[in-house]
Every structure is written in structure tokens, then in C-alpha cells.
């Protein structure tokens, strides 16, 4: 059995239409151009006060700059694919790269080598407020007209939570994580109403979560999970259990080369500190008090944003009679969804939070307003067909940001001389603040001298030491060595990290102190070589990636082949008898 077809076909634009088709193809260049124009027009509009007041430098906004300066640098030296951040820590590094995603920081370097650097963070934000829209858009194709779906693509990119990423939280990973949420709809309609072609373009998307951004990953599978289980009852069939499984499985395959070392290295960094104070759930449901004044100031923002998409959620979807009569299983799935976002972001769900798998790493619960926007997009233009409706919830929301800004938080800005202190801090190898997450065990960045060099003796050894290359992934460097002693490396230990010295393996410490690497070295002549080698981890996961790869690349050609027609022995007799 399948579900009304309705769920994945389109209706006439008007609410009591009796025939069930899809949409009218879009022939003409101005059917195709006006609704990219208006996003594009759109994403402009919402960076407008950029031109004022600089780059809004939102909580993680250093971490994604100065994370493409660092890939930039590497690129420059040919590592495409980088796995430690060098000048984290001031010097002493971080693996951050085996462990944060490649899309957002990928797309931000190129961006960041092709222009100038003082437009790149605002560049990167219009283009993915345009992909957003444009996901939207194709979804809402399916069910409105093209006015409609057009008005649903640019209340997505513009939806207030987008806002608060722009403005306070510079999350730019989440923000590219945006656009995966309404093609995920879509794909799950799709595999309820029986297309097994769908687990490729799904395994794929659910693929790209994880590679852009991991709290996101966490909820669009567990969206899935929710989803899933209601349109296969609803279709008395496991048929949309078994795609999804395949799709899920696949995902987790092409991403391999990614998942497999940031699930094994784990243990060799102090993961526990992304669910510290402040990061925890506990501390991050709505209008929660906590002891930091900025931190419950963010939140009271938040919150507010929260509980007026709830409002209207329910308002839209109460208004929604007629399309809820003509899609009553999309309508449900959507209530189901909406009502799982919202509760989670409230503390009596605070045990879910504690046991449900991974969910804990999510941090913070406002965070489902990446799946619940989604919702009150569709739902909005549904519910509210009148022009001055539909305006009322953009001024609605235009009017508690202004008011966030102005009364609770401001947004905080960097110029142009920011920027290029950034660059220079780079330039200089001054360095930058890590991630406590993902310091290595051991290390205590805290306790380190950020105006060390490179190389000094630990001991009482004189050394004549000499620095051949420092790059992020190899130092070369010789040292004349009075007597048998121990080098001090301005770079934290890692076991990734392979140590020879005079041609033979050595076995690195740590310093207690510190967590930085000490080489031992014998007296006299010594040339030291320490190479970021791949682990047994991340060589399984990218021969996993390859293969799920070069399979789906197989299965696609199988099944482009034109069928070969059989050979009909009675139909060939027949025609001998005539």
C-alpha cells in the first residue's frame, strides 16, 4: 500500500482544487529566474546592515575564520585534506580537522583563496541563505504554486533562527546544515511512496550531514528515526524501513573516511569539555538561568524566538483546514515533527537528553529550531494565504530581533583591522585560542608559553639546534647536542605524531606540566623528523568511503544499461508458421 499520492504531487493553486496533478514544469526563463532572484534579493537584504557595521562576530566566528586561514596555508603546501591545526593553541596545535567536518570549512577556504578576505564570512553567508532558499524552494514546489513556493523559499532564508546564526552565533556549519533539512523531507516522502531510487540521493544527504556539521547529523537521523516509523504504519509496510536502512547505511559508508577517526580518536582528546558548563543541555533549554549574565542573555533571545515559531506553528497549521484535509499524512508527520522539536527544548526532557545516544553532544536544545523552522515555513504558507498575514510574521519576527538588539543583547562586530589582525596572527605564527574539546589528552594550554620556540633543550644540555621546516604536518630540524637530553617541542603530543631521530623510530613523552612533546636525543649530531603519519583509522575509513563510492558509481551504470529483450521462442515459431 501506498500513501495518497498527494504527498509527493502538487495541487492547483487554489485551496479547494479537486484535481490532484504536479506542478506545471517550469518552461520559461522567467518561471526559473524570479524565484532565484527573489532569494538571492533576499539573503542580500538580511546582510544589509553588514555595510554599517562591519562582520558580525557571532560566538564561533574566530573558530571558522581562523580554521580557513589555517586550510589555506595548508592547501598552499600542497596538504588537501588537513588534519591538525598547526597555530592552535598559539603553536602548539590541535587535530581539529580530524574531527570538525570539511564542508563548511572546505567551502570557506575556497572562497577565502579566490577573494578578499574581508568579504569571505559575508560572501560564504549569502551563498548558503541562497541554497537554503533554494532547497525550500524545490520542496515547497511540490504542494504550492510558484508564488507560494517562492514566498516559502524566502521566509526559509530568512526565518528568524537563520537570523540569530548571522548575528549571534556565526555557527556557519549549521548554517549550511540548513539546506539539508527540507531535502530531507522530500527524500522520506519520496521512500513512502515506494521510489527505492530514493536510497542513493538520501544515503547521500544523509552523508553530507555528517560532513557538515555533527550536532545537525545527530537530528536530521534522529528526525528520520521519528519519521520514518509513522509513514511505514501508515503504509501497513516495512518497504520504507528497509530503504531508509539501506540510505543510512550508505551514508555512514561514504562518510567514512571522516566518521571512522573522529569516533576512534576520541579517546586521545578531551572530548568531555564540548559538554561543559554552558555547552551542556542543562544549561541551554529555553529561558534557563544559569550564572553567566551573557550567556542567559543570548538565551532570553533564543527562547523568545522559540516560543513565537511555536505560536505560529500552531496558528498556521490550525489555518491549514484545506490542506490539511488533502494531505492529511504530511499534515500529521509535520505535527508529530514540530511537537518533537519543541518539547525537547524545554528541561523536563532533560533525561532524554542524558540517555537518548549522542543527543547530549548536541549541547543546545534551541538547536532544533534547524528542523522546526523548516515546519513553520511550510506551515506559514499553507495556514496563511493573505498578503497581510504573511507580512504580519515578517514584522513579527523583524521586530524581536530589533528588539533582542537593542534591549537584551547586541550583536558584536569585527572591522576590517580585526580581520587583518587575524591574518597577521597567522602571518607571524602568533597563533590563536584552541578548542578545549579537541586538546589532546594530557595538554594544558593553560599552562603553556606562548612565546616558546620552537625548539629548546629540557634539560641541562647546551644545543646548537636548527630549524629546517616547521610546517603543519612535518618539522625537520637538526641539534648539535653536548650531552644525552630531552628536546622540547613547541607542539602538543598526539599519536599520530611519528618521531626519528638519526633515521630510527624514538619513542616521544609528554611534559607533565604542559602536555608538549619531549624528543630524546643522544650527544652530538642529531636530525629530527616528525611526521603527522595516517593512523589505521583513517586508512579504514577512506577505503570504506572508496568502495561505497565505486558501488553506488556501479549501481548507477547497472542500471542506466538499456534492457536487453529476450528472446520469445513461440514468437519466433509463430512468425516461421506464417
Known sequence: MR?????????????????????????????????????????FAMEFPFFFEGTPSGHDVEFHLYSWLEVMSQWRHGTLYPRWAA?????????????????????????????????????YIWIVLVLSGASMFVLARRWFGRNDATFAAVLFALN?????????????????????????????????????RVILPLGLLLAASWLTNAPAAVMIHYSLALLVPYFSWKCRSLHVLWITAAAVGLGVCVSAFYLVPAIYEQRWIDIGNAVSAGSRPADNFLFIHTTDP????????????????IILVVMSAAGAKAWRQSR???????????????????????????????????????????????????????????WWMRASVGVLFLVLIVVGWHRIQAPWWDTAADLR????????????????????????PAAI????RKVTVAGPAHADIRVQRWDAELKVFT?????????????????????????????????????????????????????????WDRTLGGWISFFAVLGMLGYRLLAQRPAIPRNNSSNTNRLRDK
Open 328 to 386: 492529511r499524512e504530511l499534515w500529521t508527520a509535520l505535527s508529530i515533527w514540530a511537537a518533537a522539536c519543541a518539547v525537547l527544548m524545554f528541561p523536563f526532557t532533560l533525561l532524554l537528553w542524558k540517555t537518548l545516544p549522542k543527543m547530549q553532544f548536541m549541547q543546545f536544545p534551541w538547536r532544533w529550531l534547524l528542523c522546526l523552522s523548516m515546519i513553520f515555513t511550510l506551515l506559514v504558507t499553507a495556514g496563511f494565504k493573505k
Open 449 to 452: 608559553d606562548k612565546d616558546a
Open 160 to 196: 528568524p533562527y537563520h537570523l540569530v546564526i548571522v548575528y549571534w552565533r556565526s555557527a556557519f556549519a549549521e548554517l549550511l546544515a540548513s539546506c539539508l533539512v527540507p531535502l530531507l523531507l522530500l527524500l522520506v516522502l519520496k521512500a513512502a511512496d515506494g521510489d527505492r
Open 87 to 123: 597555530l592552535a593553541h598559539f603553536g602548539y596545535g590541535e587535530p581539529r580537522f580530524v574531527f570538525y567536518p570539511p564542508a563548511s570549512w572546505t567551502l570557506g577556504t575556497a572562497i577565502s583563496s579566490l577573494l578578499p578576505w574581508t568579504i569571505a564570512s559575508p560572501l
Open 294 to 309: 551573557d550567556h542567559d542573555a543570548f538565551n532570553r533571545i533564543i527562547s523568545w524566538v522559540a516560543i513565537l515559531e
Open 479 to 535: 641539534a648539535q647536542v653536548s650531552a644525552a637530553d630531552q628536546l622540547a617541542l613547541r607542539l602538543f603530543s598526539y599519536p599520530a605524531w611519528k618521531t626519528e631521530v638519526n633515521g630510527h623510530e624514538v619513542k616521544t613523552i609528554s611534559r607533565a606540566t604542559t602536555g608538549q612533546m619531549l624528543v630524546p636525543v643522544e650527544a652530538g649530531m642529531n636530525h629530527v623528523e616528525i611526521r603527522f603519519v595516517r593512523t
Open 3 to 43: 500513501l495518497n499520492s498527494s504527498l509527493t504531487r502538487g495541487t492547483l493553486d487554489r485551496p479547494d482544487a479537486a484535481v490532484i496533478s504536479r506542478p506545471a514544469p517550469e518552461t520559461t526563463p522567467r518561471l526559473l529566474w524570479t524565484p532565484l532572484l527573489a532569494i538571492t534579493a533576499a539573503a
Open 421 to 444: 589582525e587575524m591574518v597577521d596572527n597567522m602571518y607571524i605564527d602568533a597563533g590563536y585560542e584552541g578548542t578545549d574539546e579537541y586538546t589532546p589528552l594530557g595538554a594544558d
